[in-house]
């Protein structure tokens, strides 16, 4: 599993880095898991639902892949019992669902006491300018699921309109490069491997040069897509308002 999971990452293009701001993994956790550093990785139900995220991510079936790692780690975890708990809560017994009604009626019930309480006083022992904190009820969506939990928590994405917008450039291999960013030239040569460079903007980068899959980006921090197969000629336009769609999907 280790190995397959190396491969479709490689064949798609993608780095390490790109596949953990995608899934919200650190680097550190996909390198010991496509290394098969089984000991190296979280436990229990991150363990599963890490290994579900990062297949998902480079385009294998998350559940075959889920498996597979099960046939080659016998013992570790119990992977094809537990692996819909990764998308679904256990069931609730129904004792536990009286309690909920109970504690639902009362969450209702208070605030709704002390609103009347408040607001049928008389004026003269109510504080001027200042209201009762009361907390509304919880509604279900809100409510907590097992999803992935990155050790670093979630960031949220800035929206497209959001300035500046930045773009990181990074190159895998020797190739040429040219890039524009708001009709003006920032760079055109020949970049070696492992260089980068931050480019700013306000309305589009333009890119161009020799080899497309030597070039990877992020934009505000979001991992962007291969702009070609390597050898393939690069020629690629990306605006402030339509960026999102160059960026890898969570």
């Known amino acids: ?93 129904a004792t536990g669902m009286v309690w909920r009604r109970v504690l639902a009626a009362i969450g209702a019930v208070v605030p709704l006491a002390v609103g009347v309480a408040y607001f049928g006083s008389t004026p003269e022992r109510r504080t001027p300018g200042t209201l009762p904190a009361l907390s509304a009820p919880r509604d279900a969506a809100d409510s907590w699921r097992p999803e992935i939990v990155p050790a670093g928590g979630f960031s949220e994405a800035p929206p497209p309109a959001a300035r500046p917008v930045s773009m990181l450039i990074t190159v895998s291999a020797r190739c040429d490069l040219r890039i524009v960013a708001d009709g003006g030239l920032v760079a055109g040569r020949v970049f070696e491997a492992g260089e980068s460079m931050q480019v700013p903007f306000g309305g589009a980068v333009e890119l161009s040069g020799s080899n497309a899959g030597a070039v990877q980006f992020s934009i505000n921090g979001r991992a962007g897509r291969l702009l070609g197969a390597p050898g393939e000629p690069l020629s690629a336009r990306i605006g402030r308002d339509d960026y999102p769609l160059f960026l890898v999907s969570r």
């Open 1 to 93: 599993m280790a190995d397959r999971l190396k491969e479709a990452r490689e064949a798609r293009g993608l780095s390490h880095r790109q596949i953990a701001d995608a899934t919200k993994l650190s680097t550190r956790v996909i390198r010991a898991l496509e290394e098969g550093r089984v000991d190296a990785l979280p436990s229990g139900l991150y363990r599963r639902c890490l290994v579900r995220a990062v297949a998902r991510e480079v385009g294998l079936d998350p559940e075959q892949a889920l498996r597979e790692f099960s046939d080659e780690n016998p013992g570790q975890d119990q992977v094809q019992e537990d692996a819909a708990s990764c998308a679904r809560p256990e069931p609730v017994p």
